[in-house]
């Protein structure tokens, strides 16, 4: 009677499981997103496996249990199987650290293939969890959209020297894995400690509690996790949107999830489904761009992440005409070096709250520091429209043009290009001083200065003949 409750408690979780399932293949095709997951199980067949575990030969009980999950996955579409076995071939002593070979790869209804195999292995061999783990990412086929998940089954710790968790971490690094799982079967006090490094460890003293350790494996492999993502005003209020927001793997840096945040039909942020396997660094591609570092979403339930990231606007424009249409700002944090974004002059730009100095490659080159951006409001700097003036040189030569300051000081503009006789620029309005000289008279005495003014919107030509 005891048995028949067992069977009906796991097909209980199985349908749980199956309808889930379901659930994260509906939210996947609303969102593009609908990998495939494929599950390798690296089984332990070493000589220790035939030792007696609750009565029964471990091995017996471990291949009993995971024939009933093989069973199960085996109804789930979009999830595919594969079996690796370690300590099967070579018996013990001597020791034979290379005893480890992918039975059965991944393909589709190879559920029958991994029973037959399981069945009729004999334990003998030694225990070499390092290189098994090593050659698991060649049992993987290149894929563009799978999950690739090992399971570890294991009633020993490693055997043959090698580094475990320096291989799984690797390999999570490289990108070629999520966290691996590993159910420890036996009451090894030491298993906890060794097995945690390497990924989600799970304890099995019993077959029941195996059992219910690998049910809960899978159901976290292949749960619902939904999310969704906050992007706060300077009131806390998740207002802000349509920003491109970037999962990256935090061990590998790949990008995960690409999107363009979303408010839904009643103003709140979008839902999304979201891997729960992996940690991720959240990138919202604000200017400048906000991070959110070491996300661990919790499976199984609905994950609220809170980014601060309050906006408003900028518009750089002249006082009037269309002389600067085109030109390029150059955007950057107050006080601060680096340029953080091109602007055009007469276009909107939208930026973090906070205040920016602005560079305007115009001549003379223009520098308007601690613009402040506010919460969803327009800043709009205007700046003079320019000059038009004209140097006509009769002869080509060498010249420069400067500013002249308040104190009389000149300040250099440009220098004027020496082998045309006629140049053209639109000069911010203020009182200038040219200074140039033909190519032909070498002498510096044939140097000529001319000082004039420049008024807003009106043209100008300057003549050296």
């Not at 399981?118 to 783990?133: D, E, N, Q, V």
Request: glycine share 8%; net charge negative; charged share 20%.
């Amino acid at each position: 009677m005891k048995r028949y409750s067992i069977l009906i408690l796991l097909l209980l979780g199985v349908l749980h499981l199956m309808d889930q399932i379901s659930v994260l293949q509906a939210q996947e095709l609303t969102t593009g997103y609908e990998p495939k997951s494929r599950i390798l199980f690296i089984f332990d067949a070493s000589n220790s496996m035939a030792g007696q575990w609750d009565g029964e030969r471990k091995i017996d009980m471990a291949r009993e249990v995971l024939y009933e999950m093989i069973d199960s996955l085996e109804q789930m579409p979009n999830v595919e199987m594969a079996l690796r076995i370690y300590g099967h071939q070579s018996p013990v002593p001597p020791q034979d650290c290379s005893d480890t070979k992918l039975e059965v790869p991944f393909s589709p209804s190879n559920a029958s293939r991994i029973r037959q195999k399981l069945r009729f292995i004999t334990p003998k061999g030694t225990t070499p969890i390092a290189h098994s783990l090593e050659l698991a990412p060649g049992d993987f086929p290149p894929c563009n959209n799978c999950r690739n998940i090992i399971l570890l089954i294991t009633d020993g710790i490693e055997a043959c020297n090698g580094d475990p968790c320096k291989v799984s971490l690797g390999l999570q690094k490289e990108g070629i894995i999520l966290r691996p799982f590993v159910i420890g079967i036996g009451s090894d006090p030491g298993f906890k400690e060794t097995f945690n490094c390497i990924g989600e460890y799970y304890d099995a003293p019993t077959k029941e509690q195996f059992r219910e350790a690998l049910e809960g494996v899978i159901t976290q492999a292949l749960n619902v996790t939904s999310a969704q993502i906050n992007l706060l005003d300077s009131h806390s209020r998740p207002t802000e949107t349509d920003v491109n927001v970037v999962f990256y793997d935090r061990f590998s840096g790949v990008i995960r999830y690409n999107m363009i945040h979303t408010l839904n039909s009643k103003g709140n942020p979008d839902t999304l489904s979201l891997d729960h396997m992996s940690t991720y660094n959240v990138v919202a591609q604000t200017i400048p761009p906000v991070r959110y570092d070491s996300l661990k979403l919790i499976s199984g339930r609905h994950n609220t992440i809170g980014i601060d990231a309050p906006q408003g606007y900028l518009v750089v424009r002249t006082s009037r005409g269309k002389a600067y249409e085109q030109e390029k700002i150059l955007v950057k944090k107050a006080g601060e070096h680096l340029t953080i974004n091109i602007q055009e002059i007469g276009l909107q730009g939208k930026y973090l709250v906070g205040s920016y100095d602005l560079e305007i490659p115009i001549y003379p080159l223009m520098k308007i520091n601690d613009v402040e951006i506010l919460q969803s409001y327009t800043t709009t700097v205007e700046i003079p429209a320019p000059g038009y003036v004209t140097f006509n040189t009769g002869q080509p030569g060498a010249g420069a043009l400067y500013q002249l300051t308040a104190s009389g000081d000149q300040q250099w503009v440009l220098n004027l290009q020496e082998n045309r006789k006629i140049q053209t620029f639109y000069l911010q309005p203020g009182t200038y001083r040219i200074i140039f000289r033909r190519g032909d008279l070498k002498s510096t005495a044939h140097s000529m200065v001319r000082d004039f003014v420049v008024r807003e919107g009106t043209p100008e030509t300057i003549k050296f003949y």
